[in-house]
């Protein structure tokens, strides 16, 4: 997880207009997924013309080695093709189904360590800002955690929030505890402490990603729900792989850091969504 003061410049000049989040859990990523997917089937269709490539170049050349060569490293490719397709037709079922199909958290595996820096790059060929395929990345890890349906108990879950939902004016340390919050209503906090208490879950507010790392090690959740921008988030969901994340945006209606808010509603539907009765 990133450190929270670390180059708000680079924030603000990759910020979003600000979105209204969505109640509904289930269009909640709708709208986001497309950019993954049409970057997943880029990659594809890349990766298909780079093996024929591979294959067509020395074909002109191989042929006259040997007869055979060219047809034996066909089929070699084709085998490497078809494993790929299989893999990313299996993906996008499973984004698109919102059920976990085989090997989902292996899927969810993939899509963290490796998908996401790939589908950076080829998104940057294509002009696709990185935080829209980072709010991309967030609603199809979500995703696959709820394809995964998890139920945890209260005490195996986590919330863990950034310290900038805190009022800028209020003295009171939440870093340490969150319930030293006194609740007068000027921020989130009050809202997020009193579901804590409600749901019986831990919570806690993280000024960077060291300290995110060291809650998440003292806590040892079995899933987390975090609420912070597209880059903590991305970041939070990799250096948290293999426990579950599931990510709620911020809002910024003063910029980035400073005063930010949360719909409560959708932090308490997450919550509703992973614990069992
Ligand atoms: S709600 Fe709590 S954290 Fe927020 S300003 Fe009031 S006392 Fe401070």
């Not at 979105?19 to 497309?34: A, H, M, N, Y």
Request: aromatic fraction near 8%; charged fraction near 20%; charge should be positive.
């Amino acid at each position: 997880m990133k450190d929270s003061t670390t180059d708000i410049k680079e924030r603000e000049s990759s910020e979003e207009p600000l979105q209204p989040e969505r109640i509904d859990l289930g269009s909640f990523t709708r709208p986001r997924k497309r950019v993954f997917i049409f970057l997943l089937l880029a990659t594809s269709l890349l990766l298909l013309g780079v093996a024929f490539l591979l294959w067509w170049v020395p074909y002109v050349g191989l042929a006259n080695i040997h007869t055979s060569v060219p047809v034996i490293l066909a089929f070699l490719l084709g085998c490497v093709v078809l494993v790929s397709l299989g893999a990313v037709l299996t993906l996008v079922f499973t984004i698109i189904r919102g059920k976990n199909l085989f090997f989902n958290r292996r899927i969810r595996g993939v899509v963290i360590r490796v998908l996401f820096p790939l589908l950076v790059g080829v998104g940057r060929c294509f002009g696709i800002r990185k935080s829209e395929i980072r709010r991309s990345f967030v609603a199809i890890n979500n995703q696959l955690v709820m394809a995964e349906a998890k139920k945890v108990q209260p005490e195996q879950m986590l919330i863990l929030l950034p310290h900038c939902l805190q009022n800028h004016d209020c003295a009171v340390r939440i870093t340490g505890d969150v319930h030293n919050c006194k609740s007068c209503g000027k921020c989130k906090i009050k809202n997020l402490a009193a579901l804590s208490e409600k749901y019986h879950v831990h919570v806690a507010v993280a000024t960077g990603g060291t300290l995110a790392r060291k809650i998440v090690v003292e806590k040892r959740p079995r899933i987390i729900i975090a609420v912070a921008c597209e880059r903590d988030l991305t970041s939070g969901i990799q250096d948290a792989y293999p426990i579950p994340v599931f990510g709620v945006f911020n809002q910024r209606p003063f910029g980035p850091c400073y005063d930010t808010d949360v719909n409560i509603d959708l932090v308490e539907k997450g919550l509703k969504t992973f614990l069992s009765n």
